[in-house]
């Protein structure tokens, strides 16, 4: 296994009284994407905040390369790209001078950058805008655009901040293209999502966070696995015996019983499936495999954290 070019252990922060994010371990190799996920307020943001040093942690260290950030700071920064959730892209500027421009700022500074804008500009299907203003560009091209830019110094560590909010499918699948083409090219990619489908697809390994604390780790079928457990019930509204089953699993131990739209989602193991089956033989139910949806719901609706 290739040594991690990001490497994060015991990150704590604190704003106040809270806690935002709470001994926090995490490393990224080369030519991998790490999935950081949680329910809004989990750490998330703060977390890829100290990580790219936009803020210090209150305890822990951050290592790039073997190297402590806090020791080698410019060296590290040079490293690193950054694609947040906002368009920063300067409008009075051509798409090709927002490439140019932003790589100007980097020391030492970018061999050959016209031609590795050129690249770039081709690269993500850019390059027939390379004279207008981003003004043109549609949400998935600006996308495109800050992604490029944001690995225009070529760096080896990339933190993408949920890259395909508000796009729509055809544009997030453009991106989970140039991410693939990416991790390909042997960058670390730090990517954080709300959307569970591109989580799974994407990642090759997940953390998932609540309350700023890690809950989960691992290749994306074993966090589910580990979490949720064998199968997931959906009980419909109508069903007669939906609340006796309900309180029958909750009796199990099944800690995490869900409602949505008035459907009963409750994760089971396969013994208390077929023990479900044989008490409630007349119960109408489905059967699915977990999904990250599921994990989801569970951390947003649960307080405190996983054992």
């Known amino acids: 296994m290739t040594t991690a070019i990001l490497e994060a252990r015991g990150l704590t922060k604190s704003y106040g009284d809270r806690v935002a994010v709470d001994h926090l371990d995490l490393s990224c190799r080369g030519g991998t994407v790490l999935g950081l996920l949680g329910p809004n307020g989990a750490g998330k943001t703060t977390t890829l905040r100290m990580l790219y040093g936009f803020v210090p942690p209150d305890e822990g260290s951050i290592r790039y390369a073997g190297k402590r950030f806090d020791e080698n700071r410019e060296e590290a920064k040079r490293s690193i790209g950054v694609c947040t959730q906002e368009d920063s892209l300067d409008y009075d500027f051509t798409v090709a001078q927002n490439l140019l421009i932003y790589a100007s700022y980097f020391r030492p500074r970018v061999d050959d950058l016209e031609g590795r804008v050129a690249e770039l500009l081709d690269r993500f299907d850019l390059a027939s805008y390379a004279d207008a203003s981003p003004h043109v560009l549609s949400g998935g091209f600006v996308r495109r655009l800050l992604i490029a830019r944001s690995i225009v110094h070529r760096p080896s560590v990339l933190f993408l901040d949920e890259p395909t909010t508000g796009l729509d499918p055809s544009a997030r699948l453009d991106v989970w293209e140039l991410i693939d083409s990416m991790r390909a090219d042997g960058l670390a990619i730090v ?78 193991s396969k013994e208390d499936l077929a023990e479900l089956t044989t008490r409630f033989t007349n119960a109408v139910w489905q059967v699915r495999p977990p999904n990250l949806d599921d994990l989801f719901i569970a951390l947003a609706r649960r307080n405190g954290r996983f054992e």
Do not use: N
């Not at 949720?228 to 419909?236: A, F, K, Q, R, S």
């Open 191 to 268: 990517l954080t999502t709300h959307y569970m489908d591109e989580a799974e697809r994407v990642s090759d390994e997940l953390l998932v966070i609540h309350e700023g604390r890690s809950v989960a780790h691992g290749e994306p079928h074993r966090v589910i696995d580990t979490v949720l457990g064998d199968h997931v019930i959906i009980v419909p509204r109508g069903e007669p015996a939906r609340e006796e089953i309900a309180a029958w699993l909750k009796a199990r131990g099944a800690e995490q019983v869900a409602t949505v739209l008035g459907e009963l989602r409750v994760p089971v």
